[in-house]
């Protein structure tokens, strides 16, 4: 079968084409998980439509959020001072050797980590705790979904086949956001269990605080009900334990190739309450 293949050079053609060839028509980015489809027959599109020309590999500042074009790759994360400074916990996702290789961020893009809908995507976690939106555009006009609402299950999210994302938007959050992985090596490997946490601390206790898991659910997922127990509380390490643990009951994870449900489990509440710690600035060991 024939694939039809198409460069668009404005926004306005790319969507167009989206609508004439819909569904049966697929977005190519970087291409890092749709080309090893095509080769291994597990996607079969009808027509390809290229948006690496449209200049939507920017990251810049608009007002009081960070605007992030679906188009920018995780290199660009790690180079930027607007995301190092604004959303640091972005630039140190992208750039962890856990997370993948050189060669990969080079082209990987941003718009096409939470598209694929993998619910270990790992930037998935950092930009839920940054209370990220995404932007989204058609022909019948542009909407905005907040992250958490954007995922509907593995491989599958709100989007329309004639919809595309255009923009990633990140407003100012306060506090210290910190990612934690674990994979079945230390380098370029899918999580078994990621976390990213946000803790904005004032006066001693927790004003603000976002916890997000990933691979332990059919979707990246934030974990309301163990936030609201930290909500005025003063950091202590028992109490992230508790955390950890409340988080992980929100969880439905799988026994794979990769681990167990009951390793995930444990595991990933040990993993969430590490990364409470660090973003609260607890020392790394308890004190006797």
Not at 40 to 61: C, E, K, M, T, W
Not at 160 to 176: K, M, T
């Amino acid at each position: 079968m024939s694939i039809h293949y198409y460069a668009p050079k404005t926004l306005a053609e790319a969507i167009s084409l989206l609508s004439e060839h819909a569904p049966q028509c697929m977005i190519l980015a970087g291409g890092t998980d749709l080309v090893p489809k095509l080769k291994n027959d597990a996607a079969a599109p009808r027509a390809l439509v290229y948006i690496g020309a449209l200049g939507l590999s920017y990251i810049r500042q608009e007002g009081s959020r960070l605007a992030i074009g679906a188009a920018a790759t995780w290199s660009m994360l790690t180079a930027s001072s607007l995301v190092s400074s604004c959303a640091p916990v972005l630039a140190e996702t992208a750039g962890m050797p856990a997370t993948s290789s050189p060669g990969i961020k080079n082209a990987a893009t941003v718009g096409g980590n939470l598209a694929t809908a993998s619910p270990a995507a790992d930037l998935a976690t950092p930009l839920l705790v940054l209370d990220a939106d995404v932007c989204i555009q058609s022909v019948r006009g542009a909407r905005t979904v907040a992250l958490r609402k954007f995922f509907t299950g593995p491989g599958e999210t709100v989007l329309q086949p004639d919809e595309l994302i255009c923009e990633v938007s990140i407003p100012h959050c306060l506090g210290i956001s910190v990612f934690e992985k674990i994979g079945r090596r230390k380098a370029m490997s899918i999580s078994v269990v990621n976390t990213a946490v946000r803790v904005a601390l004032e006066d001693g206790c927790c004003r603000d605080v976002r916890i997000a898991l990933g691979s332990v659910a059919p979707v990246p997922l934030r974990c309301p009900l163990a936030e609201e127990m930290l909500i005025g509380r003063k950091p202590d390490r028992e109490l992230f334990k508790a955390c950890g643990a409340a988080a992980l009951r929100a969880s439905s994870p799988i026994d794979d190739a990769a681990a167990t449900a009951w390793y995930r489990r444990t595991a990933g509440a040990a993993l969430v309450a590490r990364a409470l710690g660090k973003a609260a600035g607890l020392p790394d060991t308890p004190e006797k």
